[in-house]
């Protein structure tokens, strides 16, 4: 178990302890229940209602200002790759003709020189390539100048350096014959021999280095087998249209430092680091990657896409799959399926990720538009330090640490699936660690979930929904299997929680266990069964009205014991049936809000117990959970023990006093991933 694991577990039923205590002499408790599944139609495009004033508005404006900077940004270099024009089938009429062969390389044609296997190109103009070189390569040393390679059946194999080297040009062109097949292969080792490499540099360090912008295109295909470092790297654009491309290569695959675009091209990437990537950091406008009508399969040792600052995605098919299989390899790799240092903005497409760390990640925004995704994740399945909107899509996330991870997460609409090892949502903020960090319990200036639309189903063993701050629903659906333990919950805010429409269904156990608060304008029941429902006949939930209608009905993934249900229909003065296995819950809304929150989080929300609290008069002090400590300066109850085998894991002193600690347990475990911002 991680140590911030056992810490906020310590913490949870610690805190659990102090409010049985206060709760002990209380009485009045509602049991609650909840529903799911309806047929009433949801508007998924719904607009976050107006009613309930967002807590944390200044903070939400100034996310909706990056989100809207970056959403403007991914506009502009889609529209720009859109209407770029296309590269045309080069005129051969006027082209100088290279034959290849081992014997004798023959030319016809001005702008080219030859010394044994080495092919200078010095003028601009349109080459026409075709023939086998076993031990040779092609350099371009034309400055100023555009040039056009066409191959056309040919395969160039280098002994010592670079297959394709292109030192100054102001444009070159690698254009595939219809219907050819080309392949070039560099060395395992360079020699920097030539005239134009520097070992210093490190140029070339790629099977085709170009030092200018470099565009590949054409109805042939390409191989690119990179056997010293790197696949295809372009130091300035990078272009691949129209083409099929195959890059096998023993360090990174596609680099297009300045910015790189994949336009209506098939793309298939085996690396053992980045895969494809664009890495200008200095630029603000630069380091972009556009993918957009293409088909791309990734295969990487590191991450599968990388951009320095905006990725953006449209139209396309893309299978990625990261994973560690070098054995001397960091722990601190990043593996990450796609990454946008400063954004990711994915406006429709199709997309399968099998990866060890995050699916989707950025350091700053993930956009959602459309599209169909399939994630298996080591990690977050979708993470961005900053926001994280959804607008619509399907989105299956079968397997991943926690599903949706931002400081704040907007759902507008769309049909969500999650699956998680630990929470299904998450807002909290990656920058709140280490001492002097936010305090376990307490809220998250700008963490926020806001749920507008859409359909959000959530099978979690941590937090159903979990928040640092605030949770406002307004519209869209929201079905939550929620953990099997006290100490988490199906919905965990640390802040408000409100809702104003819309459907929600969280089903868990009651020990954290958290109703919307006060704000709501839409009523909400919340109710625990007396005992578990543990077997799948017993399962399913039903809400009905004093009418015998029924208005939900929801069948959670495993067992619970409690529910927070909330639909339109609820109304205050009316009484309702919560009906589960042969256990049933009547609920009579005196207000809009029936059954309180018993967590830690919320309003009224419980602090950590002093170690002066006294129970109340007329009860005894209850006894600590098995395995916990009582906190410092208060003695264990009387007749228990320490029990065997409660020790923290390596690396942890024990559990802290709150005040004392540096983040909270979800911040430090990410500190390293979250910031990752890897050349």
Known sequence: MKTKEWYRKGMTALCMVGLSVTMAGCSGYQKTYTGAETSQET???????TTTEFKDQSDAD????????????????????????ETKEPDLVNAAKITLSDQNIDVSGEGVEVAGGEISIVKGGTYLITGTLSDGNVVVNAPDEEVVLVLDQAEITSSDTSALYVYKSEETTVYLAEGSTNTLTDAASYSYDGEYASEDDDEPNACVYSKSDLVIAGKGTLTVKANYKNGITGKDDLVIENATVTVDAVNHGVTGKDDCIVKNADLTITSTKDALRSTNDSDEEKGNIVVTGSRLKIDSDEDGIQAENILVMNEST??????NTISDSQDDTSLKGIKGIQGIVVYNGTYRFDCE???????????????????????????ADDAVVVEDGNIEINECYEGIEGKTIDINGGTINIISEDDGINAADGSASGEGGQAPFQATEGCYVRIAGGVTSIDAKGDGVDTNGTLHVSGGELYVSGPENDGNSALDYDGSASI??????????????????????????????????????????????????????????????CVVLSCPELAVGNTYTVSAGEQSVEATMDSLIYGETKGMGG??????PDGDMEA?????????????????????????????????????????????????????????QNTDNKQ
Request: glycine residues 12%.
């Open 43 to 49: 508007d998924i495009k719904e607009e976050t209602s």
């Open 62 to 85: 100034e996310n909706s200002a990056d989100t809207d900077e970056i959403k403007k940004a991914a506009d502009e270099l889609l529209s720009e790759a859109l209407n770029k024009e």
């Open 318 to 323: 893309c299978d990625v799959k990261t994973h």
């Open 357 to 383: 760390d995050d699916a989707i990640h950025s350091n700053g925004v993930v956009i959602i538009e459309d599209g169909s995704y399939e994630i298996t994740a080591g990690d977050d399945a979708i993470h």
């Open 500 to 561: 104003s429409g819309g459907i929600v269904v969280a089903a868990g156990y009651s020990g954290m266990a958290q109703n919307f608060g006060s704000d709501s304008t839409q009523g909400s029941i919340m109710v625990t069964f007396d005992t578990a429902l543990t077997e799948a006949s017993e399962m399913e939930i039903t809400l009905t009205d004093e009418s015998g209608k029924t208005l939900l009905t929801y069948t959670p993934a495993k067992s619970y014991n």
């Open 603 to 608: 309003p009224g929300g419980m602090g950590r």
């Open 616 to 672: 109340p008069d007329g009860t005894e002090r209850p006894e600590l959970p098995e395995g916990m400590e009582p906190p410092e300066g208060t003695e264990r109850p009387d007749g228990t023990e320490k029990p065997n085998g409660m020790e923290p894991p390596d690396g942890a002193e024990g559990l802290k006093n709150p005040e004392d600690m540096g983040s909270s347990e979800k911040t430090d475990q990410k500190t390293d």
